[in-house]
T-cell receptor, first 113, second 112 residues
Framework: DQQVKQNSPSLSVQEGRISILNCDYTNSMFDYFLWYKKYPAEGPTFLISISSIKDKNEDGRFTVFLNKSAKHLSLHIVPSQPGDSAVYFC????????????FGTGTRLKVLA | DAGITQSPRHKVTETGTPVTLRCHQTENHRYMYWYRQDPGHGLRLIHYSYGVKDTDKGEVSDGYSVSRSKTEDFLLTLESATSSQTSVYFCAITGGTEETQYFGPGTRLLVL
């Protein structure tokens, strides 16, 4: 049973437009969420996080939205740039002290110049 | 960048041989993790550690063991490697006042 799902394996967006990556979770006990970007042959790089006490968090071009009732979060990238082309993972955790995260399967974003 | 290194970065081995992967951190963080990444599965937790000599299993721990004798080092051992353990292995750390995990560069393991 996959507790964190990224249902879109890939997404293509034109440079300068908005990229929206989606993530759904099933465990209502999750209260902290992360987004990572991963380039080939590198480790995942932390992008942005959000706690369940918030419904939005911004960092530059990246904004994460959390809808707790729908158990859904999304990552918005505006404007999209060719360097944003990578695989994006969402991850969820219960902040019970062990910081064990469950990761989604990833969405490959391609930003077209 | 978080001070995390993994060694070796690439390894080819034969079925049935033991393999040990090393994760080293310079951040003095308490929590360390081993993940594997496979197509269609994302990142799956193998084992994690919440302190020296304190470890616990993740979701895909069968066939793997870990040890942590020092804060800075977390070892992952495949006692008898199988072809299903061909994967990319990532180490991660979490600690301080943040709940964010930072990842190492990965080890690509091929079991023939």
């Amino acid at each position: 049973d996959q507790q964190v799902k990224q249902n879109s394996p890939s997404l293509s967006v034109q440079e300068g437009r908005i990229s929206i990556l989606n993530c759904d979770y099933t465990n209502s006990m999750f209260d902290y969420f992360l987004w990572y970007k991963k380039y080939p042959a590198e480790g995942p790089t932390f992008l942005i996080s959000i706690s369940s006490i918030k419904d939005k968090n911004e960092d530059g071009r990246f904004t994460v939205f959390l809808n707790k009732s729908a158990k859904h979060l999304s990552l918005h990238i505006v404007p999209s740039q060719p360097g944003d082309s990578a695989v994006y993972f969402c991850a969820a955790s219960r902040t019970s002290g062990t910081y064990k995260y469950i990761f989604g399967t990833g969405t490959r974003l391609k930003v077209l110049a | 960048d978080a001070g995390i290194t993994q060694s070796p970065r690439h390894k080819v081995t034969e079925t049935g041989t033991p393999v040990t992967l090393r994760c080293h951190q310079t951040e003095n963080h308490r929590y360390m993790y081993w993940y594997r990444q496979d197509p269609g599965h994302g990142l799956r937790l193998i084992h994690y550690s919440y302190g020296v000599k304190d470890t616990d299993k993740g979701e895909v721990s069968d066939g793997y063991s870990v040890s942590r004798s020092k804060t800075e080092d977390f070892l992952l051992t495949l006692e008898s490697a199988t072809s299903s353990q061909t994967s990319v292995y990532f180490c991660a750390i979490t600690g301080g006042t943040e709940e964010t995990q930072y990842f190492g560069p990965g080890t690509r393991l091929l079991v023939l």
